[in-house]
């Protein structure tokens, strides 16, 4: 008997998350163990006059690429996935991977060259997005490589994922709905602010927000969600952090990682493991070692790290950092390769100051929004 969750969670994606209008163009990505899901968002866009496009991603090919191709192979971006993101109104991307450890053995020197030939499609695809001409969002498909790595079996781990994305399920748009109204306040209240402190066991930091804007982040980009997100100005980053969950990027998995900045630049980064692909990466290009995100997670429902950005950024009690590109939304400037989100604990004694007034304190909000 097909799981109704998938159905539903097709339906917020395709008239929630991206909104399909008739004659929109809408590319959906993923690998075959999503066809489930693939196969419920078709029947979606179709219902609501959209046209999809289905990309099968099958996981083997990458791996070919990056270990047996040349640089030249491995920069080469396909012209029909650049006209693409061109000319198409829409793209949902159904995360479903085989095995998250695939990309381990990979030099690093290849990860950064496949980054860097990317970094012009991300930009485009960032700047229509900020012009509002690009919809798109990202979610994940539950499989047995997510479960491992969440330690879970796969029922417990589909169980937490159609959890988080739809906490209402008989009315999950409803909820979503909720959730911009409440974060609203937040980030009207934040965009009146000039800066921030963050202290706690593992950071103190201090930043400039002057003339940057706080985004609302209530499912239309990820699902799950559940955050408020800015772009500090780059010069302005001064301390250190060292972030309590692991983080994964481009398949590999790192703990520990500790970054110190002057100037807005990490001029001294470590880890407990992986510390020579931290190195190597943020050294992608100059925008690398630059902060173009600071971010609060606010999604209850989502209790504890998995292994996974998509979830663990958003854990209520958290903040995240992401080296590299900036949403040009929120005024962020920094041009990057990369965008590496890493997280941070805050409900052991953290604390978060915005010009000088407390209103953020062991994982919660100390102000009434």
């Not at 994606?13 to 209008?21: D, F, Q, T, W």
């Not at 879970?152 to 739809?166: I, N, P, S, T």
């Not at 250190?240 to 100037?263: A, I, M």
Request: aromatic fraction near 10%; hydrophobic fraction near 35%; glycine fraction near 10%.
């Amino acid at each position: 008997m097909p799981d109704p969750r998938i159905e539903k969670l097709a339906q917020v994606l395709v008239n929630y998350s991206i909104g399909v209008k008739p004659g929109n163009k809408v590319m959906v990505q993923g690998t075959p163990l999503a066809a489930p899901l693939t196969k419920a968002v078709v029947s979606e866009i179709l219902k609501a006059g959209g046209h999809p496009h289905v990309i099968t991603q099958l996981p083997e090919t990458q791996q070919l690429i990056l270990r047996q191709g040349s640089d030249e192979q491995i920069q080469h971006i396909p012209e029909p996935m650049k006209l693409a993101f061109e000319t198409y109104d829409a793209s949902i991307a159904l995360m479903s991977s085989v095995n998250t450890k695939a990309l381990t053995t990979i030099p690093p020197e290849k990860m950064a060259l496949a980054s860097q030939a990317q970094s012009e499609l991300f930009g485009m695809i960032m700047k229509r997005t900020a012009e509002g001409s690009f919809r798109w969002v990202g979610t994940l498909y539950p499989t047995q490589a997510y479960a491992q790595d969440a330690e879970m079996g796969l029922d417990e781990y589909a169980d937490f994922v159609y959890g988080a994305c739809l906490p209402d399920f008989d009315d999950p748009i409803g909820y979503w709905r909720g959730v911009e109204a409440k974060q609203r306040k937040i980030v009207e209240w934040l965009d009146r602010k000039n800066s921030l402190r963050v202290e706690g066991p593992d950071v103190e930091l201090e930043m400039s927000i002057e003339g940057r804007t706080f985004v609302n982040c209530f499912g239309e980009r990820n699902m799950p969600d559940g955050e408020v997100f800015t772009g500090p100005v780059e010069d302005s980053v001064e301390g250190h952090v060292r972030f309590s969950y692991p983080t994964t990027y481009q398949g590999r998995k790192l703990e520990g990682v500790h970054l110190w900045f002057e100037k807005g630049k990490v001029v001294k980064a470590t880890a407990d493991k992986g510390e020579d692909f931290l190195l190597k990466t943020i050294d992608t290009d100059e925008g690398a070692r630059f902060v173009g995100e600071f971010a609060i997670g606010t999604n209850k429902g989502i209790t504890k790290a998995t292994g996974n950005t998509l979830f663990d950024e958003k854990i209520n009690g958290s903040f995240h950092m992401a080296l590299g590109r900036g949403m040009p939304e929120t005024g962020s400037q920094n041009v990057s390769a990369i965008h590496w989100d890493m997280v941070c604990d805050l409900t052991q004694g953290g604390k978060i100051w915005a010009d000088g007034e407390l209103f953020y304190e062991n994982g919660d909000f100390a102000i009434d929004f």
